[in-house]
């Protein structure tokens, strides 16, 4: 098996939470399968007027327990494979998380960095175009990922309604609020990961207060997590985005380094703090541990070097399964993903209600929500964990996994 291929590593656990579950045969085998998935090449017109071809994804894992929902990626390395994982995690996550949806994912193969503001509008109108045989408010509902944002779901919602004459909000979570967006939704899966993480440092007794953490990555996620963080009183010591990152034992200002990225795109060269690359940052001696970038950061060759007390996977699939092996029996305390930022699609879902019922709801009501969604869920998954002598992740992907084979079950397999 290749360790660096997301889904071989999405099925060795969900392989790994089978053995758990006792599932029959034919049952087993299914949920191993995207339900569908669409590859799209289609052309873009650049500003100097030449075409430039694209190529693009949306996979569908599931859908027994409702319409998908899952993020829409723009990156250079987006590739099937990685879409079937994101895909696959999403199933697992809107299970884990109580909610009535099914896993969906999508990409785009381009670096979003490296095109001007009108072509990356010219190619999310064409992109949500070609996958709109898929994407509907009852079928599948796309959001912010890596590389997107509530801008890039506007085009995609004005597009399809474009389409069929008339808006339709509901189709896409993350919008801006002018537009249908719910209230909380930016922050939500930063704040998710810290309602997570504050549960577990109560479970391991540990101060809340002053409390060391580093974070990799410094976009929606890694940013709100860290300034979360320093709202809680913890001390945000290390922070990395893709150009660089920066230590400062004493902690960092967030809303400071937050006020220096606005400016300089960048989280480097931001005073009273020392320059730290990826690989230092993984290996710190923290409390707390937010790998909020891409998948495979830790991996066999470097979960040796990880001495945080709590990992708090704030991106999807961040761990190998070699890599956990070695962080479980190190005793690291592992918030798995589809758990630890499982926020954002929660509050996906209250925007999507919202939207449906042309009702909305005020901020406090939302975070309330959100927070009550996580940590319900965190002590179902310590609970399993401990009842099954099981590890955290394993635990997360047992209680997801059964919800959506009870419902296959349930609904029968058609004809
Ligand atoms: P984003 O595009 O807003 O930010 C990504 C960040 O990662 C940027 O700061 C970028 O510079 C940094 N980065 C990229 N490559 C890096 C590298 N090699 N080393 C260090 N930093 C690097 O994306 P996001 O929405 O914050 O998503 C981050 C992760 O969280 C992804 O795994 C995504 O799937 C997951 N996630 C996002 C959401 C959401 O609501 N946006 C919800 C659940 C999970």
């Given at each position: 098996m290749t360790e660096s291929n997301a889904f071989q590593n999405a099925l060795a656990q969900y392989d790994r939470a089978a053995t758990h579950l006792n599932l029959k045969r034919g049952i087993a085998e299914s949920l191993r399968y995207p339900k569908r998935e669409l590859t799209v090449n289609f052309p873009v017109r650049m500003d100097n007027g030449d075409v430039k071809m694209f190529t693009g994804y949306r996979v569908h894992h599931n859908t027994a327990l409702g319409p998908t929902k899952g993020g829409i990626r723009f990156h250079q390395d987006v590739s099937l494979d990685e879409v079937r994982a994101l895909a696959m995690w999403m199933t697992w996550k809107c299970s884990l998380?109580?909610?009535?949806?099914?896993?969906?994912?999508?990409?785009?193969?381009?670096?979003?960095?490296?095109?001007?503001?009108?072509?990356?509008?010219?190619?999310?109108?064409?992109?949500?175009?070609?996958?709109?045989?898929?994407?509907?408010?009852?079928?599948?509902?796309?959001?912010?990922?890596?590389?997107?944002?509530?801008?890039?779901?506007?085009?995609?919602?004005?597009?399809?309604?474009?389409?069929?004459?008339?808006?339709?909000?509901?189709?896409?979570?993350?919008?801006?609020?002018?537009?249908?967006?719910?209230?909380?939704?930016?922050?939500?899966?930063?704040?998710?990961?810290?309602?997570?993480?504050?549960?577990?440092?109560?479970?391991?007794?540990?101060?809340?207060?002053?409390?060391?953490?580093?974070?990799?990555?410094?976009?929606?996620?890694?940013?709100?997590?860290?300034?979360?963080?320093?709202?809680?009183?913890?001390?945000?010591?290390?922070?990395?985005?893709?150009?660089?990152?920066v230590y400062n034992p004493q902690g960092i200002d967030i809303p400071a380094l937050i006020a220096h990225l606005n400016s300089t795109r960048s989280v480097t060269g931001f005073p009273e703090a020392d320059s730290i690359?990826?690989?230092?940052?993984?290996?710190?001696?923290?409390?707390?541990?937010?790998?909020?970038?891409?998948?495979?950061?830790?991996?066999?060759?470097?979960?040796?070097?990880?001495?945080?007390?709590?990992?708090?996977?704030?991106?999807?699939g961040p761990t190998t399964p070699d890599a956990d092996d070695i962080l479980n029996d190190k005793g690291?305390?592992?918030?798995?993903?589809?758990?630890?930022?499982?926020?954002?699609?929660?509050?996906?879902?209250?925007?999507?209600?919202?939207?449906?019922?042309?009702?909305?709801?005020?901020?406090?009501?939302?975070?309330?929500?959100?927070?009550r969604h996580v940590v319900g869920a965190f002590r179902r998954v310590i609970e399993a964990a401990q009842c099954l002598k099981i590890d955290n992740r394993t635990a997360a992907q047992v209680l997801a996994i059964r919800r959506v084979a009870e419902a296959t079950m349930i609904r029968g397999i058609y004809p």
């Amino acid at each position: 098996m290749t360790e660096s291929n997301a889904f071989q590593n999405a099925l060795a656990q969900y392989d790994r939470a089978a053995t758990h579950l006792n599932l029959k045969r034919g049952i087993a085998e299914s949920l191993r399968y995207p339900k569908r998935e669409l590859t799209v090449n289609f052309p873009v017109r650049m500003d100097n007027g030449d075409v430039k071809m694209f190529t693009g994804y949306r996979v569908h894992h599931n859908t027994a327990l409702g319409p998908t929902k899952g993020g829409i990626r723009f990156h250079q390395d987006v590739s099937l494979d990685e879409v079937r994982a994101l895909a696959m995690w999403m199933t697992w996550k809107c299970s884990l998380m109580g909610l009535p949806y099914g896993g969906a994912k999508g990409g785009v193969i381009v670096d979003p960095k490296n095109l001007s503001n009108n072509e990356i509008e010219t190619l999310t109108r064409r992109y949500a175009t070609e996958i709109s045989v898929l994407m509907s408010p009852q079928q599948d509902v796309p959001a912010p990922d890596v590389g997107t944002n509530g801008q890039i779901m506007a085009w995609i919602m004005d597009t399809y309604s474009m389409h069929h004459g008339f808006s339709m909000p509901a189709v896409v979570t993350g919008k801006p609020v002018e537009i249908g967006g719910s209230l909380g939704r930016i922050e939500a899966t930063g704040r998710g990961v810290m309602f997570a993480a504050r549960e577990a440092l109560k479970q391991l007794r540990m101060n809340i207060e002053d409390a060391s953490v580093a974070v990799q990555g410094f976009g929606n996620v890694g940013s709100i997590a860290a300034r979360t963080a320093h709202e809680m009183g913890m001390r945000v010591v290390a922070v990395t985005d893709v150009t660089g990152g920066v230590y400062n034992p004493q902690g960092i200002d967030i809303p400071a380094l937050i006020a220096h990225l606005n400016s300089t795109r960048s989280v480097t060269g931001f005073p009273e703090a020392d320059s730290i690359s990826n690989a230092e940052l993984l290996a710190l001696k923290v409390d707390l541990l937010i790998p909020a970038a891409l998948e495979n950061q830790i991996t066999s060759a470097n979960a040796k070097d990880v001495k945080c007390k709590v990992l708090a996977e704030g991106a999807n699939g961040p761990t190998t399964p070699d890599a956990d092996d070695i962080l479980n029996d190190k005793g690291i305390f592992i918030i798995p993903d589809i758990l630890c930022n499982g926020g954002g699609v929660v509050v996906s879902y209250f925007e999507w209600v919202q939207d449906l019922q042309s009702f909305f709801w005020e901020e406090a009501e939302i975070n309330k929500q959100l927070e009550r969604h996580v940590v319900g869920a965190f002590r179902r998954v310590i609970e399993a964990a401990q009842c099954l002598k099981i590890d955290n992740r394993t635990a997360a992907q047992v209680l997801a996994i059964r919800r959506v084979a009870e419902a296959t079950m349930i609904r029968g397999i058609y004809p």
